[in-house]
């Protein structure tokens, strides 16, 4: 493997070097590791947490693009690593922090406007991975996603960094504590609408992404879960018709819950829906509604609510 040449005595390694080359399928590459990596850099939030959770932040050497606040329980392993941008990086900031190791949430990362595609730094021996549940390729936008995205990135990463048993224990605690929720859904058929953004028209999801798989596992049945997509743009007069028990407001920066419920309480129509007028609200960060290290959170946290509501 063609590796940068530098040496980083600040850089504690977190994991032993790989007895055997660790070849990774990517994406839309494949590539191969000689060792672990030690110089890595985490584009998303998403991609942050799972080598957080896998207490892989002395082999990081930077961070970027937070969605929300990083739960307690990873604040100090945090803290030590540098925060690169607001956003994504400008490739120049990446590079002049010598990685070998670029790990992102979403495919944007690697777009043209951003990083560039992943082969490019494959041909400079910086290795790459996407999250499964961002990979297009495996998971077209009119299938519904499962869990085993999450599964998979903790097993890869895990195998990247050398550190199996670390990733196979937290396999099992995540599989265990999602199962737990699916046994007993507090939601179980009760329709919900499921409101992350806008006023004019309401950005919701559709059948097959992280949010949806959420709503599902606490037995929530979604009004739009027979429209293709992840996210998706709906009329308010379909959640007017649908008139849903249960309103599902995803807590983000840009659009918290308490706007979105002040919304709907303060319009003449949408005040009159059942759940606005019995206020059935449920409340989920938008984190917990991707496939990572905090879906099982979500999970548990929307059904908590949801039984609560009973």
């Known amino acids: 493997m063609k590796l940068l040449k530098f040496l980083a005595p600040f850089a504690v390694m977190a994991c032993a070097a790989h007895a055997d080359p660790v070849t990774i399928q990517g994406c839309d590459a ?8 030690s110089r890595a850099i985490t584009l998303n939030q998403q991609a942050t947490e799972v080598m957080l959770a896998l207490g892989l932040e002395g082999s990081m050497v930077g961070t970027a ?3 929300d606040t990083i739960p307690a329980q990873w604040q100090e392993a945090f803290n030590t690593v540098p925060v690169l ?5 400008a490739a120049e900031v990446v590079m002049a922090n010598e990685p070998d190791f670029l790990f992102a949430g979403f495919g ?15 041909d400079l021996g910086i290795g790459t991975y996407l999250v499964d549940a961002s990979c297009k390729a495996a998971h077209p936008k009119n299938v519904p996603l499962t869990i085993e995205p999450i599964l998979k990135d903790i097993e890869t990463i895990g195998a990247i960094f050398g550190v199996q048993d670390k990733a ?5 605690d995540t599989k265990a504590r999602i199962d737990a929720v699916q046994q007993d859904p507090a939601g179980a058929g009760r329709t919900a609408f499921i409101y992350d953004s806008g006023t004019d028209t309401p950005f919701s999801i559709g059948c097959c992404g992280g949010p949806a798989l959420v709503a599902k596992t606490a037995g929530l049945k979604s009004i739009s879960a027979d429209v293709e997509g992840t996210w998706v743009d709906l009329a308010w007069e379909r959640v007017v018709a649908a008139d849903p028990e249960i309103i599902l407001l995803i807590e983000a920066g840009w659009s918290t819950a ?8 303060n319009d003449p129509v949408l005040s009159q829906l059942s759940a606005v007028k019995e206020g059935r609200f449920v409340v989920v960060p938008f984190s917990e509604t991707l496939l990572g290290m905090r879906f099982a959170d979500g999970v ?4 908590a609510q949801l039984a609560a509501l009973k």
């Open 30 to 37: 494949t590539y191969t590791y000689d060792k672990a990596p």
């Open 65 to 67: 693009y937070l969605d």
């Open 85 to 89: 941008a607001e956003k994504y990086p």
């Open 108 to 122: 944007s990362a690697f777009s043209e406007d951003n990083l560039g595609e992943a082969q490019k730094w494959h």
């Open 168 to 172: 196979a224990t937290l396999m099992a």
């Open 258 to 265: 308490q706007e979105k419920r002040e919304y709907m309480e």
């Open 300 to 303: 548990e946290n929307v059904n």
